[in-house]
């Protein structure tokens, strides 16, 4: 028997952050009939890496990236393996509060909050680099906090613009200089035959996702948005290859489905385009009640899912240092986060998605703290109000406590735009 003063360690799947994620998953499993049976390979990996702690060590060198300006390309070629740590824990967002100012970022602070535990989740294993992109101001100074918690960084300098010729050119060599540290950390060189294998890889992957994505233009809806953020958020740590395979079996099911004339909603169901701040797992809260209260999110302009995963690499020479400059380009001039100075393409980007998806509004998240996604929202809803697509505003964070609040928001605005389209009609 303890003694009264020995503590004893609380069993991984008893602990607050796998209990956070098992109450999410439950949700997006049990709250809905019908899900595609290759999504039991998402829901199975989520469980297995977030509500059992099973490890996902890999052999080898492991970079942590904590944005998706980190050319992950080049950590596959020098034998190295990315995973994005970009988390979406409220438990790990109140780690964070400890040591970050009160009105911060939950996802700066849920990042920060996992990397200063001993019990992380998903465990990836020890972290040989972290490489810090320089974009918002709380992700540049998490730099200096992620060394002095023991931490190797990396800032890989980003302009702040992204049209000017001096803003490619500061970004190429930026990139240039990330190999050359890659180099020393992997002790590997970068080569042409290297390269074209990881780009192989990371093509497949992103081929896989724009068949996905692609399917979310039928109407009705093949598949619910809460599926396809958790697929997405699997790419931050799954193995690439396995990832793209299960993408490529949900695909395949989902044009059975399409054959079948399946309808995933209700067949009047508003149409959602998700914009702002990033759903990550297990943070998938709006995305969640938006389809829980009727919508279905069938397109999303977000760094956890479309941003991430959909722009290719357009090599016009295959010389190493020409591919090198390519993907320089597809991580800087396709990329719509609101950290840089010009939001025009944010802006085309967000009425060409509402119009080819054919959505009946757009939701807009910002997390609370994040001055570019708070300060955008007002051209964003002008632009769009201008296009005739109304916008719902929603300014929060991975609390729960707001639920009930926001259950009533997003049930007005999706009858809001139910009355909207049979007025129309
Ligand atoms: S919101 Fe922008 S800066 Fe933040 S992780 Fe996403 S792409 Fe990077
Ligand atoms: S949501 Fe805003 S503050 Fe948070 S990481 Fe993204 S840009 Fe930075």
Not at 196 to 220: E, G, V
């Amino acid at each position: 028997m303890n003694s009264p003063n020995t503590k004893t360690a609380i069993p991984y799947n008893r602990s607050r952050q796998a209990r956070e994620a098992e109450t999410m998953l439950d949700h997006i499993t049990d709250d809905f009939d019908d899900n595609p049976a290759a999504m039991d390979y998402f829901y199975d990996l989520f469980r297995r890496a977030y509500c059992q702690g099973e490890s996902l060590e890999r052999e080898g060198v492991r970079v942590g990236t904590t944005c998706i300006h980190a050319p992950e390309e080049l950590i596959y070629a020098m034998g190295a393996t990315p995973v994005r740590l970009c988390n979406g824990s409220y438990h790990y967002d109140q780690i964070g509060a400890d040591f970050m100012p009160a009105k911060s970022c939950s996802l700066v602070k849920a990042t920060l909050g996992m990397l200063s535990s001993e019990n992380v989740i998903p465990k990836v294993g020890k972290l040989d680099l972290i490489v810090n992109p320089t974009t918002c101001d709380q992700k540049k100074k998490a730099s200096a906090m992620m060394v002095g918690m023991g931490h190797k960084v990396y800032n890989l300098e980003l302009p702040p613009a992204k049209e000017s010729e001096q803003a490619r050119l500061y970004w190429q060599r930026s990139v240039r200089e990330f190999v050359q540290q890659l180099r020393q950390i992997t002790g590997k060189k970068l080569t042409r035959k290297n390269l074209m294998a990881a780009m192989a890889r990371t093509s497949r992957a992103q081929a896989a996702f724009r068949t996905l994505h692609n399917f979310r233009r039928k109407a009705p809806s093949l598949v619910l948005g809460k599926d396809v953020f958790l697929v997405t958020n699997a790419y931050f740590f799954d193995d690439i290859e396995r990832w793209t395979e299960a993408v490529e079996k949900l695909n395949a099911e989902l044009a059975q489905r399409d054959q079948d004339g399946f309808c995933a909603a209700q067949k009047k169901a508003p149409r959602i385009l998700f914009t702002g701040s990033p759903p990550i797992f297990p943070n998938l809260k709006l995305p969640l009640l938006i389809e829980e209260s009727g919508g279905v999110v069938v397109a999303d302009e977000t760094c956890s899912a479309n941003r991430m995963l959909y722009d290719m690499t357009a090599v016009d020479e295959w010389l190493v240092n020409d591919m090198v400059d390519s993907l320089a380009n597809k991580y800087l001039k396709p990329c719509t986060c609101p950290i840089f100075t010009n939001s025009d393409d944010r802006l085309r980007r967000l009425v060409e998605l509402a119009k080819s998806f054919a959505v009946d509004g757009v939701v807009y998240q910002a997390f609370s703290g994040c001055q570019v996604y708070e300060m955008e929202q007002k051209s964003v809803a002008e632009t769009l109000n201008k296009a005739g697509i109304a916008m719902l505003y929603i300014e929060t964070d991975y609390s729960p406590d707001d639920m009930g609040q926001l259950t009533t928001r997003i049930e007005a605005f999706l009858e809001s735009l139910k009355t909207r389209k049979r007025n129309r009609t």
